[in-house]
């Protein structure tokens, strides 16, 4: 039984059934946001003078063989990532009170960007090594494509009623949420991140892609991605409920979100800094070694 009537109810969380089996938006958008980053990638792969500043570029320095191979370890590592991340930051008690929850009840919410990045770093590592990728690059493009699914993440999380903010009762667009024991008008604070690390950083990035060519300077939209999304995260967390937690020292002052936010501001400031200070890519795209082999072999 709802606890709580609330503000927004027109989109049931479950999309469908069939049987035992329910597909719910949260998975829907985690599904979409993989196959349209993946379509992304795909564009810019097509366009390697975004990738350099030669005058007659060959090649990005990736192709669709290796966006398919990355495509599929990174949904391993932001599936997997993920839901680790949410049980050692926020549910670390999950670990021993109710482990097979850990995995059957991923369909109802429950994923850490932070871990998720994590999943996702290992994922580029090892397929850019694999396939003698530079690293930058691979990341570049995954920076490029992220703010998708963290926008349709967000909407997914306020269909669920999940991650809501502080309460606002005088606030003019508060919401009330069915799980929410309280019963208190509060901050769509779901809502306010789907605009801030989706929306916008989506426009940032393609604006320093599509016009200013940044992949030419590898690194560059990595860090402006980790950069921009650690200072929103941080700013919506002031609206968004704190963790209950926290040990007593910090609880009013700063939240889990805010703490492992600041490692990334950190980490995109430097490869900003680096992008500017190393010299623009001025070289043609890179062919890999055992690709342009095989198409030699076939002409």
Known sequence: MPTCPPSFDLIDPVLFEIGPLAVRWYALSYI?????????????????ALWTTHAKPVAAPMDKGFAEELLLWVMVGVIAGGRIGYVLFYQTSAIWERPL??????????MSFHGGLIGVMIA???????????????????????????????????INGELYGRPAPDLPWAMRFEHDPLCLARHPSQLYEAFLEGAVLLVVTAFLIWRLRSLARPGLVTGVFLTGYGVFRAFVEIFRE??????????????????????????????VWRAYREPVTSTPGVVRPDRKAKDTKKS
């Open 124 to 158: 580029m590592i090892l397929t850019a090594r694999a396939y003698k990728v530079p690293f930058l690059n691979v990341t570049d493009a995954v920076a490029a494509v992220t703010p998708i699914g963290l926008l349709l993440g967000r909407l997914a999380n306020f």
């Open 242 to 271: 704190p963790d209950s937690h926290m040990p007593d020292a910090l609880q009013g002052y700063v939240t889990m979100g805010m703490l492992l936010c600041i490692p990334m501001v950190v980490a995109g400031g430097y490869l």
């Open 32 to 48: 979409a946001g993989l196959f349209l980053g993946f379509y992304y990638v795909l564009q810019l792969i097509k366009r390697p």
């Open 101 to 110: 929850w850990i995995i059957t009840g991923i369909t109802e919410g429950g």
